[in-house]
Nanobody, 124 residues
Framework: QVQLVESGGGLVQAGGSLRLSCAAS????????MGWFRQAPGKERESVAG????????YAADSVKGRFTISRDNDRNTVSLQMNSLKPEDTAVYYC?????????????????WGQGTQVTVSS
């Protein structure tokens, strides 16, 4: 079993940056592909970024491509999301998620473990 704890959310002005981190428990973090998702009020949870279990391949949704970067450190059991050039429409609760296997998916149902979420608010 994997437990995930996100941190790093907060309030930032448009154009600013935040770095989200997700700390995972357990000794088998490297067996899991990871994803970052977000959910805004009244909207469905959507994929933001994904990374394979080795970190060799990453994905970013079109809405954040060129602004957000996902990375992981398997020695420290962490996955991060660097968010630059933030926009008000990026405001949401951000979740990290883990699925056992090599590859990430954009579908929320593919992920077995979820963190509690961290709020990101971007003011205009």
């Amino acid at each position: 079993q994997v437990q995930l704890v996100e941190s790093g959310g907060g309030l930032v002005q448009a154009g600013g940056s935040l770095r989200l981190s997700c700390a995972a428990s357990g000794r088998t973090f490297g067996d899991y592909a990871m994803g970052w998702f977000r959910q805004a009020p009244g909207k469905e949870r959507e994929s933001v970024a994904g990374i394979t279990r080795t970190g060799a391949v990453t994905y970013a949704a079109d809405s954040v491509k060129g602004r957000f970067t996902i990375s992981r450190d398997n020695d420290r059991n962490t996955v991060s999301l660097q968010m630059n050039s933030l926009k008000p429409e990026d405001t949401a609760v951000y979740y990290c998620a883990a699925r056992r296997g090599s590859n990430f998916y954009v579908n929320v149902y593919e992920y077995e473990y979820w963190g509690q979420g961290t709020q990101v608010t971007v003011s205009s």
